[in-house]
């Protein structure tokens, strides 16, 4: 559905409940932030944007999976040629955002428990799916972390509230620490970001107020 000029809202019905996507509701409170969208410029510059972004992500968590052993077999995303017209750089980019998440896995020898796990909360009506939920090594002693990926060159106060969100999801919510993975997609540098998950709970409740927005509009029939 198309929730005022520029938002599609992602729901999902499940036991009989309608659940709205933590991605979807902060768009809304992006707005109110008064936040740049993730993908910026005309529409082609956009397009090429989301890709780029998608591509990072399949790239490295594909990887990830198939190196535990939870993927048969591990492709590279192929080149989208009807929206990318960059072919070389296509795959450099591809390149460097594995090469920066094969180190950052090391380093902090991470072992997945749920990848784009798909999750849900009774209790603030979002549903999820986290990029990464894992054990790793930080101050020297094993920790569940929930992760979110951004391949972008700057983090914004939204990112840190979205993370949040997600730890609240059910199957998450034990997570001992939220990081951010910030990686340059165009030189591979990357660097994570500490986020306290046992703050900004005001924050979770204006994503769920959203939620709630976008519920009921879909059950009006917008």
């Given at each position: 559905?198309?929730?005022?000029?520029?938002?599609?809202?992602?729901?999902?019905?499940?036991?009989?409940?309608?659940?709205?996507?933590?991605?979807?509701?902060?768009?809304?409170?992006?707005?109110?932030?008064?936040?740049?969208?993730?993908?910026?410029?005309?529409?082609?510059?956009?397009?090429?944007?989301?890709?780029?972004?998608?591509?990072?992500h399949a790239v490295c968590l594909d990887w990830l999976a198939h190196a535990h052993g939870l993927l048969p077999e591990f492709v590279p995303p192929a080149w989208p040629s009807d929206v990318h017209p960059d072919e070389a750089r296509w795959h450099n980019v591809m390149a460097n955002a594995l090469t920066g998440f094969q180190a950052f896995c090391e380093e902090y020898a991470v072992v997945p428990i749920g990848i784009e796990q798909e999750a849900f909360s009774a209790a603030y009506g979002l549903v999820g799916h986290v990029d990464l939920y894992c054990e790793l090594t930080w101050m020297k002693k094993r920790r569940r972390a929930v992760i979110d990926l951004k391949f972008c060159a700057s983090l914004m106060e939204s990112h840190k509230i979205q993370l949040r969100c997600y730890s609240k999801l059910d199957g998450i919510k034990d997570a001992q620490i939220g990081l951010l993975y910030q990686s340059n997609r165009n030189i591979g540098d990357w660097k994570l970001k500490q986020v306290d998950l046992t703050t900004g709970l005001d924050d979770v409740a204006a994503v769920a107020n959203a939620a709630r927005l976008f519920s009921w509009a879909e059950q009006k029939g917008r």
């Open positions: 559905m198309l929730f005022g000029d520029n938002i599609r809202a992602r729901c999902v019905e499940k036991d009989g409940r309608l659940y709205v996507g933590v991605t979807t509701a902060m768009q809304l409170v992006k707005q109110l932030l008064g936040e740049e969208p993730d993908s910026y410029g005309p529409a082609a510059l956009s397009k090429i944007h989301c890709a780029e972004g998608s591509g990072c």
